[in-house]
């Protein structure tokens, strides 16, 4: 267990829909990234957010949201959703050290929640 | 710019054998590397990463990458596999000191044990 949670972990919906995914991070990591995972793309990093503010963006698309919210829990909102969409979407935190190696952030992943549009 | 490479998308030993997983890299950059493993029905966990240093690196569940300049590789290894190591890997990289939102993953390689 990663100390990462996911809800919900199944979701089917038909085109044109909207859903929210939520995260919740290990207690005190204040990064949030949100991947999508799928046959044809492989896992792609979307966003990430750090204590609430979006501090990084990938290959997110304009229908895609998200945001992080004061208790740190974030949400991931998909609209008018496509067959193309269906896909496994994980949520990451991560804590940050320092080493003789360098920084370094070490991310832990939720278990995903699956969606499937119809 | 940076890639993985992941040769071979399924792999299948025999319970007991060597398992060898390979990974090649680009980047510009000296790189920070990553091996990470996917159970069913489970989010990404990190095997191992190589960062600066030794160039063998040790990870969980009796998993080694060893980190090769010459040969931009960076392949996984176990030298016997169990039934439990039947899951998906994926190898990663980084640059130096960059955020996790820069690490690119490979395509990832469906690793099946044979009883």
């Known amino acids: 267990d990663s100390g990462v949670t996911q809800t919900p972990k199944h979701l089917i919906t038909a085109t044109g829909q909207r859903v929210t995914l939520r995260c919740s991070p290990r207690s005190g990591d204040l990064s949030v990234y949100w991947y999508q995972q799928s046959l044809d793309q492989g896992l792609q990093f979307l966003i990430q957010y750090y204590n609430g503010e979006e501090r990084a963006k990938g290959n997110i698309l304009e229908r895609f949201s998200a945001q992080q919210f004061p208790d740190l829990h974030s949400e991931l909102n998909l609209s008018s959703l496509e067959l193309g969409d269906s896909a496994l979407y994980f949520c990451a935190s991560s804590v940050a050290t320092s080493s003789s190696g360098g920084y370094q952030e070490t991310q832990y992943f939720g278990p995903g929640t699956r969606l499937l549009v119809l | 710019a940076q890639s993985v490479t992941q040769l071979g998308s399924h792999v299948s030993v025999s319970e007991g054998a060597l398992v060898l997983l390979r990974c090649n890299y680009s980047?510009?950059?000296?790189?920070?590397l990553f091996w990470y493993v996917q159970y069913p029905n489970q989010g990404l966990q990190l095997l191992l990463k190589?960062?600066?240093?030794?160039?063998l690196v040790k990870g969980i569940n009796g998993f080694e990458a060893e980190f090769k300049k010459s040969e931009t590789s960076f392949h996984l290894t176990k030298p016997s596999a169990h039934m439990s190591d039947a899951a998906e890997y994926f190898c990663a990289v980084s640059k130096p000191y960059s955020s996790a939102s820069k690490i690119i993953f490979g395509s990832g390689t469906r690793l099946s044990i044979r009883p």
């Open positions: 980047s510009s950059v000296p790189p920070y």
């Open positions: 190589y960062t600066t240093g030794a160039t």
